[in-house]
Each structure stands twice: as C-alpha cells, then as structure tokens.
C-alpha cells in the first residue's frame, strides 16, 4: 500500500494565498466602511489603488490610501511619524495665536521632545530649534521637522508599504473584481 507524504510547506504555502487574500478584502471591505458616508461615487477603484504607489504624495493625497498607510504603520507599532506629519499639517490651519501656542506646546510633548510617547526621529539640533521656537510658536516653528519626517516615511515606511501584503492583495483583489466587470 503506497503511503501518503504530506508536504506541510505546500499546505502551509496554499493556506497563506488564502489568508492574504481574504486580509486584502477584510481590508478593502474596511476601507470602503470607513467612508461609507461619503458619495457612492468616490469608491476605492483599482486606478486609484494603483496611484498610490507613484509617489507618496499621491497616498497621502488619496482618503483611501492615508487611511491604509496609517492602518499599515499602525501594525508595524511605528505611526508616529504620520501621526506627526498630520497633526503639523492640522497645526498649519490655526488662525489664533492661543490656540497655535496651546498646540504648539502639545506637538512638542507629544512628538518631539526626548522620551516623549510618540518621539520621531529627528536630530539634536532640530529638536532643540523647536524647543526655542515653541515657546512663541508661528506657523512654520514644525516645517524642518516635518521635512525630515515626510523624508524618513518616503524613504522608509512607504516602499515597505508599497511591498506589503495588504497593499499587493488589495490591488489583486482590486484587478481580480474589474475584470469580473
């Protein structure tokens, strides 16, 4: 009687396909609920979800795409960076100069001083520029920081993105449901 080998890697390796792609469209799924109060128009679509990996910029431009790179550094334990970038871009709005000297103080607790609970990684001499800065804010008192933060992610977080299995089984799941029609 011939006897059954079982090859646990070719198991192991059918049972990933499966688990990725059901993570992209839990993930897509989650997406589209995220915003599922906006106009039916402005679905997720392949083209867009494409667009993402020619720049940075195009991702964080795209509602679909900050909010999956915010859920993927998320799950790397490392979103401190676009949690800076975003509260500083939030930060640029502000008219009052209280409320910017308020905010500034909290960025900088937050963000930027040692030890602090979401530090970035900038050098010495930036973080002690904004040290000074903060204590009579303007707006652009965060602008090299935020340069070297964008500079990290863009080098960095965004091709990890980009190579993740989240982003490559959204865009499969994506071309997969437009070719169906």
Known sequence: MPRLVVRPHFIMDRDDRKRNKNIGKNFMCRLQCMFSHSSSSERLTL????????????????????????NF???????ENIEFWLTCEDY????????????????YEQFVKAESPKEI??????????KRSVKSP???????????VYGLMERDSYPRFLRSDVYRT???NLSADATKG
């Open 47 to 70: 083209e867009d979800t494409q667009q993402w990996s020619q720049s940075l910029e195009r991702l964080l431009d795209s509602k679909y795409g900050l909010a999956a790179f915010r």
């Open 92 to 107: 640029k709005k502000i008219k009052s100069s209280f409320r910017m000297a308020s905010k500034a103080k909290k960025i």
């Open 121 to 130: 990684n900038i050098d010495y001499h930036t973080r002690e520029q904004i």
């Open 170 to 172: 959204l865009l499969e």
């Open 73 to 79: 550094l998320k799950s790397e334990y490392s979103d």
């Open 138 to 148: 303007t707006v652009h008192c965060f602008d090299d920081a935020q340069k070297i």
